[in-house]
């Protein structure tokens, strides 16, 4: 007879290969189609909300697996935070204005320079508008939910009309002014940067040393003497009109056949080699302040003074001690030459072309073709000292790549000055994940004096500023609230498409326009300051309160969203939008080199999941370190598959075991019924809910996995399951021993799968079609947290002992496997013997201790045997032949060798 036939052996429906790229798309066709989200907000209705504030990604291009890494965290910290009975009403958002859209039209063949602005501006809303919804699929396909049918979008009416109201407001507190300064200017984009728009590569760029001849020595110094600085931008020479010292230093007049220089004392070893004196004495010494007021000839312009200032930001460990400066090209240049009333002088274009006050040797030239240009002058006219190059990090524009200036500019700016002390409060009473971030941004904030908000672009959010005739700004609350109710009714396009005059209330009258004439501002908003209003239309407008739960971006958004962000709540509010800030590093190749198109090396999600599946996507994003950089790769893509493999079939096993499913909660035993084995199970899985709902509250998703992963591993399938297996498999369909190891394995498959649900959720809901925990999806379920009435502790330690003496037999049965003494365990008859505690221990927990160390004999003994770490065992060979049907030996003679028990299964 075959008896394999009267085995029960596993039978589910619940494959072994995910066949995840083919199951996913009509999971997450089934979640829309029964508005999963909807019923989620319909079942937490009452409940407390977490609200995680989406922080928009810009609507360009496909989704890159740093998206991917965002989003799918996000989505965990969302079901994970449901699954814990709260609500969480998720409204995703799209960044839509800016420069990369505006690229990406001309691109198509529009010249916003040959059309109507308000239709240029029409185009890149559609544009944009296409790049949401692809995204928006690209989201979806990782299994994201939230309220994607009434996402928040920076371009819509109703954010724009807020963005104008919040930019009234802060124009009213008095924290919005225009002014003259240098900032980050990109010639590449025509248009000023903020800081969090900049990015730093390296460069090579020419140092020179230049003296200046003194014209006016005020009694201190003879005009045959020369103060020599040095500079990395020679292009800047031509814009000099002053020389900054420091007062308390001391410089030194150096008698060289290059003439007499002035310079700091203690570099005067160290420059005159470089300039290649011969010869050189210090004739005298000075303090700086001493210089004050002294002019010099510009060595390129004689017509020209360069006037020497004080300044303390002057330092001694580069350079001459004697700091060229060109108030239109720098922030320290500018506020010194302010104190001293010189001009902004600028001499650049708008495209970094030097303009016509240069000369006819230099106008038309960039600025970094100028450097050669200027230094070759500067040497034929002999006030080139040194020539040299040096590699250093340069600012760069971050969209379009290439080198930025300081250019000053008339802007206009959001004051940090005047809120610093209340920002700097807020950021100290707000939690950073990882902690690092609290001084980051407490140090961002701390150097900052203002924000440069206006752009020169097209596709932005104007700046909604009228100008009387007399060029005065309008800072007219009621201008600003009519501007906002006119965006809400025709979208910001109507700013370009009416003149001043028909943007204004009606009838409105102003001291600064006698004659009703009235101009708009040309600039938009810095993208930004759009994001960084999100907070009013996407969480207060939408009944979600202030402030959110949790920010949670990439680490670059300290000087991003984080910031405008908390720039402008607290500006507006008082008070940060946020309780709680968590960020996540870049994605790298395996290589560790940071993915990006430009690279060659970035791996489009979408190839992943439709080869691997997006739960393996999920499962590597919580698998790595993601608050550090992360690597992603075909090698690690294995490995998180190996382990994904694992932990299906280990639920599969589970699965198979219940009679394909038949066996359903109606079945399972009351837990405080069940023998000491099994209970110690569901203490086990108890303590799986313990560790995890904590690490998912503090995001610890890499905890998450590993101690589930091992639980399902070690605990389950290298020890529950391996002995059990003999009860399954053997005895009848009912025994109680049987239903016993089944309420376990069914109580396991849902306690685990709900657990894994946030990270898994997929495979979790596959899980559940078989299960029927809910009838409509596991992701409107909670965590399962047992009820157990019995002693759990007790249970534990007496677990611990039994723990340690299977650990001892194990030990030996090894050896006398080396020893070829017996091949399977089940060949082996184990003798022990412990002390009387451990055997009533023994006997009140195992009824069959031979079943639960998987051999065929136990037995006790008083005699010495070889002692172990905790107790003494003794392998001997197994009497008897193997029973056909369970493979334990046996001496008993039923037909075909039966042991007893096989024999009462199959007769009784």
């Known amino acids: 007879m075959d008896y394999k036939e009267t085995l029960h052996m596993p039978k589910t429906g619940f494959e072994m290969r995910g066949n995840l790229p083919k199951k996913e798309p009509g999971i997450q066709k089934s979640w829309q189609e029964n508005h999963l989200f909807e019923k989620m907000l319909e079942q ?19 989704i890159h697996l740093g998206h991917a890494l965002n989003k799918i965290l996000k989505d965990v910290i969302n079901r994970s935070h449901y699954m814990e009975g709260y609500k969480i009403p998720y409204i995703p958002g799209w960044d839509t204005h800016g420069l990369p859209i505006e690229t990406a039209v001309t691109k198509l063949g529009y010249d916003r320079k040959k059309m109507p602005l308000a239709e240029f501006r029409k185009i890149c809303y559609d544009y944009a508008m296409e ?4 995204q928006k699929q690209g989201f979806l396909s990782l299994g994201s939910i939230g309220d994607y049918d009434h996402p928040y979008i920076t371009l819509t009416k109703d954010f724009e009309a807020e963005q104008i109201k919040i930019f009234g407001k802060m124009a009213m507190k008095g924290l919005i002014y225009k002014g003259l300064k240098p900032v980050y200017w990109s010639p590449s984009s025509e248009s000023a940067l903020a800081e969090a728009e900049v990015e730093y590569k390296d460069i090579k760029s020419p140092t020179i040393y230049v003296k200046f001849q003194v014209k006016d020595g005020k009694g201190v110094l003879d005009t045959d003497t ?21 007062p308390q230093f001391t410089y030194a007049l150096v008698n060289t056949d290059k003439g007499k220089l002035v310079m700091l004392e203690e570099l005067v070893e160290t420059l005159c080699p470089k300039f290649e004196c011969k010869e050189y004495e210090v004739i005298k010494t000075f303090k700086g302040k001493e210089f004050e007021y002294i002019t010099c000839t510009h060595p390129l312009y004689p017509e020209r003074e360069s006037l020497l200032m004080l300044a303390d930001y002057v330092t001694a460990d580069a350079g001459t001690g004697c700091v060229h400066t060109a108030p239109a090209f720098g922030a320290d240049d500018f506020y010194i030459g302010a104190k001293y009333g010189l001009p902004v002088y600028c001499n650049v274009d708008e495209q970094g072309k030097m303009m016509a006050s240069c000369g006819e040797w230099l106008e038309g030239q960039y600025v970094l073709d100028a450097n050669k240009t200027v ?7 002999g006030a080139l000292l040194n020539l040299t190059f040096i590699t250093h990090a340069y600012p760069h524009d971050w969209r379009t790549k290439k080198p930025i200036i300081f250019r000053a500019t008339t802007q206009w700016f959001a004051s940090i000055d005047k809120i610093r002390d209340e920002l700097l409060n807020e950021i100290h009473s707000i939690k950073w994940v990882p902690s690092w971030g609290e001084q980051r941004m407490h140090n961002m904030i701390a150097d900052r004096t203002d924000w440069c908000i206006s752009r020169q672009r097209a596709w932005g959010v104007p700046i909604p500023i009228i100008y009387g005739e007399d060029d005065t700004p309008l800072m007219d609350e009621a201008i600003f609230d009519h501007v906002s109710d006119m965006f809400r009714e025709y979208g910001s396009n109507v ?35 759009d994001s960084g209003s999100s907070h009013t239309p996407a969480m207060l407008k939408r009944g979600l309160g202030y402030p959110a739960d949790l920010y949670f971006e990439g680490s670059d958004q300290y000087r991003g969203w984080f910031n405008s962000s908390l720039i402008v709540g607290t500006a507006v509010y008082g008070k940060a939008p946020y309780k709680q800030v968590l960020s996540h590093g870049f994605v790298m190749d395996e290589k560790g080199v940071k993915m990006s198109k430009s690279q060659w090396n970035a791996v489009a999600p979408s190839e992943i999941t439709k080869k691997y599946g997006a739960d393996i996507l999920r499962l590597w994003a919580c698998s ?11 090698n690690i893509l294995k490995q998180v598959s190996e382990n994904y493999r694992k932990v299906r079939n280990t639920f599969r096993f589970l699965m198979a075991n219940l009679d394909d499913n038949t066996f359903t909660k109606e079945d399972c035993l009351p837990f405080n019924e069940l023998s000491d084995l099994n209970k110690y199970m569901l203490v086990r899985l108890n303590d799986m809910v313990d560790e995890c709902i904590p690490a998912y509250n503090e995001y610890r998703f890499g905890d998450i996995v590993t101690t589930l992963s091992t639980m399902m591993t070690n605990e389950l399938s290298a020890y529950y399951l391996d002995y059990t297996k003999d009860i399954l498999y053997i005895e009848k369909t009912d025994d109680r021993a049987r239903r016993e190891v089944q309420t376990v394995l069914y109580t396991a498959v849902e306690v685990l799968a709900k657990l894994w649900a946030p990270i898994l959720c997929h495979t979790t809901e596959e899980i559940n079609s078989f299960m029927k925990f809910n009838e409509t999806s596991i992701h409107l379920e909670s965590f399962k947290k047992l009820d157990l009435d019995f002693d759990t502790e007790k249970l534990r330690e007496e677990m611990n002992v039994l723990f340690a003496v299977r650990k001892d037999v194990f030990k030996a049965l ?5 020893n070829q003494l017996i091949g399977k365990s089940l060949e082996a008859h184990v ?43 003794q392998v001997e060979k197994a009497n008897g032949h193997v029973c056909p049907r369970c493979w334990n030996y046996t001496e008993a003679e039923h037909e075909d060798g039966l042991c007893d028990r096989c024999h009462d299964v199959l007769t009784k």
Request: hydrophobic residues 40%.
């Open 814 to 818: 090894e050896e006398a496997r080396a």
């Open 831 to 873: 003798l022990i013997h412990v002390d009387a505690d451990t055997k009533a221990m023994i006997d009140k927990i195992l009824d069959k201790p031979a079943q639960w160390l998987i051999v065929s004999k136990v037995t006790f003994t008083d005699n010495e045997l070889t002692q172990y770490e905790s107790c003494q065992v």
């Open 495 to 529: 700013w370009f498409e009416r003149e001043a005059k028909d943007l204004l209330p009606e009838g409105y009258t102003s001291e600064h326009s006698p004659n009703g004439i009235f101009r708009k501002e040309v600039d938009t908003m810095d993208v930004w300051f």
């Open 375 to 381: 230094t070759m002058k500067l040497d034929e006219l």
């Open 624 to 634: 790595v370190d993601y608050q550090a950089d992360c690597s992603m790769g075909q």
């Open 44 to 62: 937490r209705e009452d409940a407390k909300p977490f609200i995680l504030h989406d922080g928009p990604p810009y609507a360009n291009g496909d």
């Open 131 to 134: 790049q949401v919804e692809k």
């Open 226 to 246: 020369y103060f020599v600085i040095w500079t990395t931008t020679p292009w800047t020479i031509p814009a000099n009109l002053g020389i900054a010292v420091h």
